[in-house]
């Protein structure tokens, strides 16, 4: 079955720092989408960041980046040059491509505060 | 283009009344769904549609109903609302079948409080 899974329910990172926040997933099929998404405090959800299986390089989006290590199963992803409007949860996704329902499975997040 | 919109933000019900959720998206997007996300948890799926007419039960389906009569719009009806409903309801759209554009997007999300 599949399975991501967020060890770090909360961290802490200086302003102007960079933080890796980690994410390991679980499945047997060979074709599946990551993403990671932002949740601050309003509650919104937005994405920040895809990576495919098959994509040759990891995906960087301004300052986020997706650490993809496709034979341990991480995916994490790192934020550089921290600012304090970083601080919300950020959660890691998978997509199995083979399933019809398009279904994301979410881990349960890491709660990221920024300090001064 | 507004992208996800959801009505109502907020809405208390008492156990056993029933209510819909509306969502809408303006980016013709074929593919359409509900989660819910419950405290300490990241978001579980309900139901999904894959274009119109079309509509699926995800993970957790009982208690709701949707259904899809335009591209558009995707309501999600709670049938007699139960306090296990209470939770935060997000629906999303996407236009899957290309690595660029198969994210999903997410509206604002409806806060739902069962007495």
């Known amino acids: 079955a599949q399975k991501i899974t967020q060890t770090q329910p909360g961290m802490f990172v200086q302003e102007k720092e960079a933080v890796t926040l980690d994410c390991t997933y679980d499945?047997?099929?060979?074709?599946?989408?990551l993403f990671w998404y932002k949740q601050p405090s309003s509650g919104e959800m937005i994405f920040l960041i895809y990576?495919?299986?098959?994509?040759?390089q990891n995906a960087t989006e301004g300052r986020y980046s997706l650490n993809f290590q496709k034979a341990r199963k991480s995916a994490n992803l790192v934020i550089s040059a921290s600012q304090l409007g970083d601080s919300a949860m950020y959660f890691c996704?998978?997509?199995?491509?083979?399933?019809?329902?398009?279904?994301?499975?979410f881990g349960s997040g890491t709660r990221l505060l920024v300090r001064p | 283009n507004a992208g996800v919109t959801q009505t109502p933000k907020f809405q208390v019900l008492k156990t056993g009344q029933s209510m819909t959720l509306q969502c809408a998206q303006d980016m013709n997007h074929e593919y359409m769904s509900w989660y819910r996300q419950d405290p300490g948890m990241g978001l579980r799926l309900i139901h999904y549609?894959?274009?119109?007419?079309?509509?699926d039960q995800g993970e957790v389906p009982n208690g709701y109903n949707v259904s899809r009569s335009t591209t558009e719009d995707f309501p999600l009806r709670l049938l007699s609302a139960a306090p296990s409903q209470t939770s935060v309801y997000f629906c999303?759209?996407?236009?899957?079948?290309?690595?660029?554009?198969?994210?999903?997007?997410f509206g604002p999300g409806t806060r739902l409080l069962v007495l």
């Open positions: 990576q495919g299986s098959y994509d040759q």
């Open positions: 999303a759209s996407s236009s899957p079948g290309s690595s660029t554009q198969e994210t999903q997007y």
């Open positions: 996704a998978m997509r199995d491509r083979m399933d019809s329902s398009y279904k994301l499975i």
């Open positions: 549609s894959v274009g119109a007419g079309i509509t």
């Open positions: 499945t047997s099929d060979p074709s599946y989408g």
